[in-house]
């Protein structure tokens, strides 16, 4: 029995080694200067530090084994790694596995090329169709396809709906500030967030609220809200969530039934506009059911787009504004600095008058603050490609470099957005004024000390993808932007945030643990602060 055991183990191992050697080789050929690093089983810790202790003091930096392969098995692996791997092989190198070879870059050259040609680089759709819950949508179809969901869901998303979009959010979040005001310590901050950007999308991006279905007895905002929450929570909370499609999975039978409740409200909202069109709407369902140029969308990919841009839309925005809020109670002169620019902008206007959309495009530090936060806390933690049936060049290091047929890309935006070449020696600091400059430094505008000619580095959002980048930016891109700066303007123009300590706390402890969850956020369906209410919170009024 033991020799067959033995027998067994000495069998797997060879065929785990050949099929790594296999794939080693396919790499190295296409451009040995590549670094190459090289993931096996894992070993468990006390052999694996045995081995590590038998390695030589200097390494290869062409060549590395790490004998841990779950060191790279979780999607968010780089999240925690920021750019230290590749500060140690480079800004582009190979990961090869027993099953698959896999090109990582954090070069903004060679991810901006990549994302240039998605014909070359297609999505991995095979991994996208697990999206395809409710059908198939714009995240998860290619070529032809593609192009034809992307012109009958975009022409959503115009200047009409961002203005929409910007008087809900200040509406939502003068709702929601006045809930906070009551409370001694605020801990739904993360909930709160979550409802306002979910009412903005329904309202702004659909044009459904409660009015307007008022006659429509089998129809509810609230349970529409309540089912997209109640399926996001199941699935978020499970480890293979979208095999929920396999009924006889017992596990599945919750995450079946939430699926099944958000499919009818869905089919219930699309039947709703379906029979109360109008000639000049321009809201995303009534966009979608129109048929242009001979273009349409059969009904399952209505509902599958549908339910992408619910849960995209709603899920990113509000992520990023409670990260913001957390943020800025934290460090205090950033709270200031920030609240400068809302007083110098709102002087003259009165307390009871809305700010007017215009202003968003007067902003700079407050959408600096966004793209902070995008930059270190963003939900998407990598841009993923492959080559499919051909291999595909690239410039890298000033050659034209292979990169094999068959192999998975992944642009690591995490390492993108922290690369001490890019945004300096400071570059995991979060440091919102390095999206501003005031060249030369000039003389300070009234009742506020913000230079006249302080200017937004446009030039530095190109760096940033947070909305992924080239033809699939996010059609939704301005919209979560006017969303969130509409909501921190609504927020702060009266208001402070703080910390508030635990009892046995001080403020100094109570602001580092609530930036440790910060740090420590976990990957979900997109990149969350880890029990949110942990963090407490006050507002108060500051004039």
Known sequence: ??????????????????????????????????????????????????????????????????????????????????????????????????????????????????LSRSQSFAKPVGLLRKLDVFGKSLASVEGIDWKRHCRLTAGAFNDQTDQAAWYKALDRAADVLSTWLEAEAVTSTSSDMAHISMDVLFQACLALDDESILNRPNLSLDDCKSNLTTFLDMVSGTKKPFLARDRESRNAGGIISAARHLRRTLEELIEFRRQCPAVNRTDLISMMLKARDKLYLTPEEVRGNLFLFLFAGHETTANTLVAIIYLLAIFPSWQEWALQEIDY???????????????????????????????????????????????????????????????????????????????????????????????PPGPTSRDCSIP????????????????????????????????????????????????????GQTLEQARMNAYDRVQNSVMRLTLHIADPEAVRVRWDIRR
């Open 1 to 114: 029995m033991i020799l067959i055991v033995l027998v067994a183990c000495l069998a797997w191992t060879a065929y785990i080694l050949a099929c790594t050697g296999r794939n080693y080789r396919s790499v190295w050929a296409a451009h040995p200067e590549v670094p190459i690093l090289v993931s096996v089983v894992f070993l468990g810790e006390p052999l694996w530090r045995c081995l590590q202790s038998l390695r030589p003091a200097t390494y290869n930096d062409r060549f590395s084994i790490f004998f841990q392969l779950h060191r790279f098995q979780k999607h968010a692996w780089n999240f925690s790694d920021k750019y230290a791997l590749h500060a140690r092989y480079g800004k582009s190198f190979y990961l090869v596995t027993p099953t698959q070879c896999e090109f990582i870059t954090a070069d903004g050259t060679v991810a901006g090329e990549i």
């Open 345 to 439: 902008l709102l002087q003259d206007i009165r307390v009871d008058e809305l700010p007017n959309y215009k202003l968003f495009r007067s902003t700079k530090r407050l959408r600096a603050v966004m793209l902070e936060t995008l930059r270190l806390y963003g939900p998407v933690l990598n841009i993923l490609r492959e080559t499919k049936h051909q291999g595909q060049t690239v410039g890298i290091n000033n050659e034209r470099s292979l990169i094999p047929k068959n192999t998975k890309v992944r642009i690591n935006s995490v390492a993108l957005h922290t690369d001490p070449d890019t945004w300096g020696p400071d570059s995991l600091e979060w440091r919102p004024n390095r999206w501003i400059s005031s060249n």
């Open 452 to 503: 006249v000619n302080e200017s937004y580095c446009t030039s530095m959002e190109r760096r940033l993808l947070a909305w992924s980048e080239g033809a699939r930016v996010c059609p939704g891109k301005k919209f979560s932007q006017v969303e969130i700066v509409a909501v921190l303007i609504q927020l702060f123009r009266n208001h402070r945030v703080s910390i508030i300590p635990q009892p």
